[in-house]
């Protein structure tokens, strides 16, 4: 290709040949080194840096277009492995490395996996909140998935012992760290349910998966995708406790409730007993104070509604009546009085009349009574002086007769 260059050259024209034939031979490389003068443009977003080892150092871009994909931000001082096109920008003469995509390596390359795991879980979701499980809020069985030496059991212990000492703890020791602990948990994750449903144990209310803090590559068993994947499939409510609060896990993501550290979930999942006793005793005198103020209430109302002149407009009413009846009851009587009393004198006077005109006040004034013997009984021929004569001529001659003087009476012959 050179021989076909021309005798003289514009700087363009020779940096447009050296373009096409570095572009032509090296299309696509890989390259490990570490990142050096990271910058992001702040208006196009484009990442400018450098790519360097112990010797030697090339310049690369990664447009806004490739980055955006990116799980991670690069630094400054971090190991990579970046693949990409050899490109020439003319306009300076410089060739650079246009990157296409960049994996992390060490402890990098850990968090770009974690970042990729993360990713894919997440768009499966994995991690949607619709599908987290509510915790109850006065738990009575907790069980524990961690290791039953160090100090993550006693302080959880400790802890709720303190809070909430009616709880029951279980503990299910497992490994935490190195390549056995997420087989070992995922195996206690599936036990569980078998012994809760042979009754070894009781129904669990939470699981607690612990343990204490480490670098990312201690805490890299909390990771796996088949754990996650279990957490997620677990019916009972799993609380991660991973590490310290700057410690992030994919099982964090994947259980119900994410607890900074294990003493936090402690913490979280049981109430403070002594709160509890407070506030029964705030709502046993609200209610006290509640119920007495109703019933003051309900007496001044009644107090209010007894003095309304409408309620005891009916009471009025027939508190009349009672005077009415009253009022007819004495009218009754007297009427009966006077009437009893005017009864009493006519008799009087009737007695009075009679006496005049009895048969015995004439005796007394010289008349006297004749009296001829009329027959009594017929069958026994009885015969007494009871028939009055009024006529001479009712008498015969030789008739005994009775004579009725005032005093007394004597019998004679008709002569």
């Known amino acids: 290709m050179t021989e076909n260059l021309p005798q003289i050259l514009t700087v363009s024209e020779l940096n447009s040949y050296i373009k096409v034939l570095i572009e032509e031979n090296f299309r696509f490389v890989h390259l490990i080194g570490e990142i050096s003068n990271f910058k992001i443009h702040t208006q196009s977003g484009h990442y400018y840096f450098t790519i360097k080892d112990e ?7 990664m447009w806004k277009t490739r980055n955006q994909s990116l799980l991670f931000t690069p630094e400054d001082g971090m190991q990579v492995v970046v693949k990409g096109r050899v490109t020439v920008y003319p306009a300076r003469g410089n060739y650079q490395v246009e990157v296409w995509d960049i994996k992390p390596q060490g402890a990098g390359e850990l968090q770009y996996r974690f970042e990729q795991l993360k990713q894919k879980l997440f768009e499966e979701g994995l991690f949607d909140e619709a599908h987290k499980k509510p915790l109850p809020k006065f738990p009575e069985n907790v069980l524990m998935i961690t290791s039953r030496t160090g100090a993550v059991l006693q302080d959880f212990i ?27 948990i995922i195996g206690a994750l599936k036990d569980i349910p078998k012994l809760v ?9 939470i699981i607690v998966l612990a343990r204490g803090g480490g670098s990312i590559e201690d805490l890299w068993a909390f990771n ?4 996650a994947r279990t957490i997620f499939d677990c019916k009972i409510p799993i609380v991660s406790a991973i590490g310290h609060e700057v410690d992030f896990t994919i099982c964090d993501f994947a259980a119900d409730l994410r607890a900074p550290t294990p003493s936090a979930a402690a913490e979280l999942i049981t109430p403070d007993i002594r709160e509890l006793i407070e506030n029964l005793d705030k709502f046993s005198y609200f209610c006290r104070s509640f119920v007495q103020q109703k019933l003051d209430g309900y007496k001044n109302s009644l107090r209010e509604i007894e003095g309304n002149y409408y309620f005891n407009r009916p009471k009025d009413i027939i508190y009349n009546f009672y ?4 009022e007819y009851s004495k009218g009754i009587n007297q009427v009966t009085v006077n009437r009893l009393k005017n009864y009493l ?3 009087k006077n009737y007695k009075k009349t009679l006496h005049h005109v009895s048969p015995q006040n004439n005796l007394k004034k010289g008349y ?45 012959r008709i002569i």
């Open 368 to 412: 006297a009574i004749v009296k001829k013997k009329v027959e009594m009984d017929e069958m026994r021929l009885q015969f007494d002086f009871n028939k009055i004569v009024t006529r001479a001529a009712n008498l015969k001659k030789a008739e005994e007769v009775e004579i009725e003087f005032f005093d007394k009476s004597k019998n004679a």
């Open 55 to 61: 010797s030697s150092q090339i310049n690369a871009v």
């Open 224 to 227: 796996d995708e088949e754990l």
């Open 323 to 326: 005077q009415k009846l009253d």
């Open 197 to 205: 449903k042979s009754k070894t144990l009781p129904e669990i209310d």
């Open 158 to 184: 400790n802890i709720t012992k303190r809070r909430y000492p009616v709880m029951n703890l279980f503990v299910y020791p497992v490994n935490v760290q190195g390549q056995t602990a997420a087989p070992s």
């Open 345 to 347: 004198n006519l008799v």
